[in-house]
């Protein structure tokens, strides 16, 4: 007969006392994982340039971008230019007073892509006849009045580089990549690190359906980047023709920084942009008092010397709407950080970036009372 060595109960209680300690070890370190993550979340307007700060971090803390990833963004490349020509033709008839092309022989190519306006497929010929209306001076006049309508930001960067982008050879650059304009919607999580941190950054849908989304991601945020398209003072918001984006921006911000659940966040100001910003001030068509009142009698509290007064002056009156929020109530349990930046200039976010860690360690020894 056989003998079978049979488990005792001590030796069922020893695996099990194992199996707890290997189990609790694991949460252990999860916990400890999870406590030592920067969580970021990137809120603002719709087109203030959130998505491209994420997509900086990838060039600068995750590799870039994958040759494959580029192949598949010439469709929204295309798509960009598309959506570009066709909102500033559509609009040369609608805006008042109206504009005419320069040229005749340019009419044969804007009824082209009037027809073609929404097809999913480009060929060449639909790329020569943009590129025909691109050259067209009443074309461009219409873009110089852009604010009047409604147009994506990277209208003109790639109505320039149309005669590249239609060659079959083709292959984005990275700063396509950071120009390219696609909507988002929903939550995207971009995750990257930095001298062994770990940061998880949350990019989320701005337009205004989009927004009730937001709160879904307020549990255990370590800070607030909170975007603003500086440029926008004289544009009106997509899904509201009625409203001015930068009114809509600070809004926005007043409502985030006194909603209740994020009382202790503080906020990273990232006041973008500022290229157009700085090409619309020294144009001096759009004045800023024109559509914010209280400019005429601003006086700027600082002086830089590399660049125009008036550039300056707008910038700070700019940043000044948002900081006189943040300091209204003098409650002292979050706080505001203004930087300006340049979402599409790789070496301006990498230095505002480097500059907020400081600022967003600190915030992370708070959340878990270290400091």
Same mark, same amino acid.
């Given at each position: 007969?056989?003998?079978?060595?049979?488990?005792?109960?001590?030796?069922?209680?020893?695996?099990?006392?194992?199996?707890?300690?290997?189990?609790?070890?694991?949460?252990?370190?999860?916990?400890?994982?999870? +406590?030592?993550?920067?969580?970021?979340?990137?809120?603002?307007?719709?087109?203030?340039?959130?998505?491209?700060?994420?997509?900086?971090?990838?060039?600068?803390?995750?590799?870039?971008?994958?040759?494959?990833?580029?192949?598949?963004?010439?469709?929204?490349?295309?798509?960009?230019?598309?959506?570009?020509?066709?909102?500033?033709?559509?609009?040369?008839?609608?805006?008042?007073?109206?504009?005419?092309?320069?040229? #005749?022989?340019?009419?044969?190519?804007?009824?082209?892509?009037?027809?073609?306006?929404?097809?999913?497929?480009?060929?060449?010929?639909?790329?020569?006849?943009?590129?025909?209306?691109?050259?067209? #001076?009443?074309?461009?006049?219409?873009?110089? +009045?852009?604010?009047?309508?409604?147009?994506?930001?990277?209208?003109?960067?790639?109505?320039? $580089?149309?005669?590249?982008?239609?060659?079959?050879?083709?292959? @984005?650059?990275?700063?396509?990549?950071?120009?390219?304009?696609?909507?988002?919607?929903?939550?995207?999580?971009?995750?990257?690190?930095?001298?062994?941190?770990?940061?998880?950054?949350?990019?989320?849908?701005?337009?205004?359906?989009?927004?009730?989304?937001?709160?879904?991601?307020?549990?255990?945020?370590?800070?607030?980047?909170?975007?603003?398209?500086?440029?926008?003072?004289?544009?009106?918001?997509?899904?509201?023709?009625?409203?001015?984006?930068?009114?809509?921006?600070?809004?926005?911000?007043?409502?985030?920084?006194?909603?209740?659940?994020?009382?202790?966040?503080?906020?990273?100001?990232?006041?973008?942009?500022?290229?157009?910003?700085?090409?619309?001030?020294?144009?001096?068509?759009? $004045?800023?008092?024109?559509?914010?009142?209280?400019?005429?009698?601003?006086?700027?509290?600082?002086?830089?010397?590399?660049? @125009?007064?008036?550039?300056?002056?707008?910038?700070?009156?700019?940043?000044?709407?948002?900081?006189?929020?943040?300091?209204?109530?003098?409650?002292?349990?979050?706080?505001?950080?203004?930087?300006?930046?340049?979402?599409?200039?790789?070496?301006?976010?990498?230095?505002?970036?480097?500059?907020?860690?400081?600022?967003?360690?600190?915030?992370?020894? +708070?959340?878990?009372?270290?400091?």
């Amino acid at each position: 007969m056989g003998c079978f060595k049979v488990k005792s109960n001590d030796d069922d209680e020893r695996e099990r006392i194992e199996t707890s300690k290997r189990i609790d070890k694991e949460l252990g370190k999860c916990k400890q994982e999870y +406590r030592s993550t920067h969580r970021l979340l990137l809120l603002g307007a719709g087109e203030s340039g959130k998505s491209t700060v994420v997509k900086q971090m990838r060039i600068l803390h995750v590799n870039g971008f994958s040759d494959e990833e580029k192949k598949r963004k010439i469709a929204d490349i295309k798509r960009n230019i598309r959506d570009g020509i066709i909102s500033i033709i559509s609009a040369m008839s609608e805006i008042n007073p109206p504009v005419h092309l320069h040229h #005749p022989e340019s009419q044969p190519s804007f009824d082209y892509c009037v027809n073609k306006k929404h097809e999913q497929e480009y060929d060449d010929v639909f790329f020569s006849h943009v590129s025909r209306l691109w050259k067209d #001076p009443g074309v461009q006049e219409c873009y110089d +009045r852009s604010h009047e309508y409604q147009l994506i930001d990277c209208a003109k960067y790639f109505l320039d $580089k149309v005669d590249d982008v239609r060659t079959p050879d083709y292959a @984005p650059s990275s700063q396509d990549m950071l120009r390219c304009r696609v909507l988002t919607q929903g939550i995207f999580e971009t995750r990257f690190t930095i001298e062994k941190v770990n940061f998880h950054m949350f990019d989320v849908g701005g337009q205004r359906d989009e927004r009730r989304k937001w709160i879904q991601c307020f549990n255990d945020v370590t800070a607030i980047i909170f975007v603003v398209a500086s440029s926008s003072y004289n544009m009106m918001l997509r899904e509201d023709n009625s409203q001015n984006r930068l009114e809509e921006a600070v809004h926005l911000f007043q409502t985030i920084w006194n909603n209740r659940w994020l009382k202790t966040i503080s906020v990273i100001l990232f006041l973008n942009k500022q290229d157009l910003l700085r090409e619309k001030i020294l144009l001096g068509k759009s $004045k800023l008092e024109d559509y914010f009142e209280d400019y005429k009698g601003y006086v700027c509290p600082e002086k830089v010397n590399d660049e @125009p007064a008036s550039v300056t002056s707008a910038k700070y009156f700019i940043r000044d709407l948002f900081i006189r929020i943040s300091t209204a109530t003098g409650e002292g349990k979050h706080y505001c950080y203004p930087h300006f930046t340049c979402a599409v200039d790789t070496e301006n976010i990498k230095r505002v970036f480097n500059d907020c860690r400081d600022i967003i360690q600190r915030m992370h020894l +708070r959340q878990y009372e270290l400091i």
